[in-house]
Nanobody, 117 residues
């Protein structure tokens, strides 16, 4: 019923930019806080960014502050992650998550971002 589908991943050169999208369906999108996580090979999954229901509050992991920007469009049921000044260490599978108090979290299946020359 509930689906989160990430897109926009791929191969990009160091210093380049990439924009990820996460399209949600089967839920009232505007009622959920949205998150981006990532997991690199051999590492634990880490929080990349958070955005509140309306979009007025955001939070970023220290490793991406100043380079990544999270945003949402409630009319399109979509959350975005703009990634600039990409580094090889940003290589990971990026996951979208929707969360609401009192409910289970919903996860997408992820999209692979590879930063390499």
């Amino acid at each position: 019923q509930v689906q989160l589908v990430e897109s926009g991943g791929g191969l990009v050169q160091p210093g380049g930019s990439l924009r990820l999208s996460c399209a949600a369906s089967g839920l009232t999108f505007s009622r959920y806080g949205m998150y981006w996580y990532r997991q690199a090979p051999g590492k634990e999954r880490e929080l990349v960014a958070f955005i509140s229901i309306i979009g007025g509050l955001t939070n970023y992991g220290d490793s991406v502050k100043g380079r990544f920007t999270i945003s949402r469009d409630n009319e399109k049921n979509t959350v975005y992650l703009q990634m600039n000044s990409l580094k090889p260490e940003d290589t990971a599978v990026y996951y979208c998550k929707a969360a609401r108090a009192g409910e289970m979290d919903y996860w997408g299946k992820g999209t692979l971002v590879t930063v390499s020359s």
